[in-house]
C-alpha cells in the first residue's frame, strides 16, 4: 500500500489559507499526485460528518493546496490529504487540529501615501478582502487631533481632502478583520501638502522669470551699441582719476625734452708781458683758485706760461 503524505500543516497570512505536505516516503513509476478535502460544522452537524473536495486541489502534482476560496466562514475546519500512484491510492492525513480563520496572521498593510492637487491619496496592496482598513491623519505636531477614516479592503485607495496648504501631515494605516484581530500599525508617513495649482505656478514663475532676464539683458547690449556719445556719458558717467595719478603739462614736457649733450671748449690764455712781471704770488693764487674752480665749470681752462 501506497504510504500516506506527512506532516500536513496550514499557513494563514492576511486571510490566505494555503495548506501544505510533505509526499510518502516511496517509489512511484510516475508522478504521485494529490487530493485535498474539508469538512466544516455544516459537514459535520447537518451531513453526518461527510467531507467536500477541494477542487482546485484534485489530483495536484505539488504538496501545496490554496484553501482561501473554500474556507468562507469563521468556523472550524477539518483538513486531510492523500496520495495517489496511479491506481494505488495511501489512507488519509488529517490536519492534527481543526483550523478556523480567525487564527490567520494580519502583517502591517503596505501603504503608499501621495498628493494629489491638494489633497492626499493613500493606497494600498494585498489587503484581506473582509477586512477593514483603519486610516489616521493628523498634522505633524498635533497627534491628539487626528481623525480617523474606516475604509474596506475592497476599496484599496482613499482621498483625504479639505486640507490646508503647505501643512505636513502624517497618515499611519491598519488593518481590522475583528476588534480581536488587529495587524500592527505602519510607520507614520509624513509629507507636505501643496497646493492644487503649485505645480503650474512654479513652472510659470521659472518661465516668466527667464523671459524677463533676457529682455533686460537685451535692452542693455542694445543700449550700448547704439547710445549716442553724448547721451552715454550722461548714463554712463565716467570718474575722475585722483591728483596723484592725473598727468600735467608739465610732466608731459619733461617726459618730451632730451637731455642736451655738454659743450666744451677749449680756451688758451696768453699772458702779457706785463703781467709776466707781477709777482709770482699773484700768479701762484690765480692758479690755485682756477684749479678749485675748474671742477664745477663746463668747460676746461688750460694754462699756458
Given amino acids: 500500500m501506497l504510504p500516506a503524505p506527512g506532516t500536513v500543516s496550514m499557513e494563514s497570512v492576511n486571510m490566505r489559507h494555503t ?7 516511496a517509489s512511484c513509476g510516475t508522478s504521485i499526485l494529490y487530493s485535498v478535502q474539508f469538512q466544516g460544522e455544516f459537514e459535520l452537524t447537518v451531513q453526518n460528518g461527510s467531507w467536500v473536495d477541494a477542487h482546485e486541489c484534485q489530483r495536484i502534482r ?31 492525513t488529517e490536519l492534527s487540529r481543526p483550523f478556523n480563520r480567525r487564527d490567520t496572521v494580519l ?41 480617523v477614516y474606516r475604509m474596506p479592503a475592497e476599496q484599496k485607495m482613499l ?19 475583528q476588534p480581536q484581530l488587529q495587524s500592527r500599525s505602519t510607520d507614520p508617513h509624513c509629507l507636505s501638502l501643496t497646493g492644487p495649482d503649485a505645480a503650474w505656478k512654479r513652472a510659470t514663475t521659472v518661465t516668466v522669470t527667464v523671459i524677463i532676464m533676457a529682455g533686460v539683458l537685451f ?30 603739462d608739465l610732466d608731459i614736457q619733461i617726459q618730451k625734452t632730451h637731455q642736451e649733450a655738454e659743450l666744451c671748449e677749449r680756451i688758451t690764455m696768453v699772458p702779457s708781458v706785463d703781467s709776466e712781471r707781477q ?9 690755485s ?7 664745477e665749470l663746463p668747460f676746461t681752462v688750460e694754462f699756458v706760461v
Fill in 159 to 177: 482621498h483625504v481632502a479639505a486640507l490646508q496648504e503647505g501643512v505636513v501631515y502624517c497618515v499611519r494605516a491598519q488593518t481590522i478583520l
Fill in 62 to 92: 505539488h504538496t501545496h493546496c490554496d484553501l482561501t476560496s473554500d474556507l468562507g466562514s469563521d468556523s472550524d475546519y477539518n483538513l486531510q490529504v492523500r496520495a495517489q500512484c496511479g491506481s494505488e491510492l495511501s489512507a488519509w
Fill in 219 to 248: 535692452a542693455v547690449f542694445w543700449s550700448i551699441s547704439h547710445c549716442h556719445p553724448d547721451a552715454c556719458q550722461t548714463y554712463f558717467h565716467k570718474e575722475p582719476l585722483p591728483d596723484s595719478l592725473r598727468q600735467t
Fill in 19 to 25: 495548506l501544505r505536505w510533505r509526499p510518502p516516503q
Fill in 289 to 295: 683758485l682756477l684749479e678749485d674752480r675748474s671742477s
Fill in 279 to 287: 709777482g709770482s704770488k699773484a700768479d701762484a693764487g690765480l692758479m
Fill in 107 to 147: 502583517t502591517v498593510p503596505e501603504m503608499n501615501v501621495s498628493t494629489v492637487g491638494g489633497a492626499l491619496q493613500v493606497s494600498f496592496d494585498k489587503l484581506p478582502h473582509t477586512a477593514v482598513v483603519n486610516v489616521t491623519v493628523w498634522k505633524k505636531g498635533d497627534e491628539l487631533q487626528a481623525v
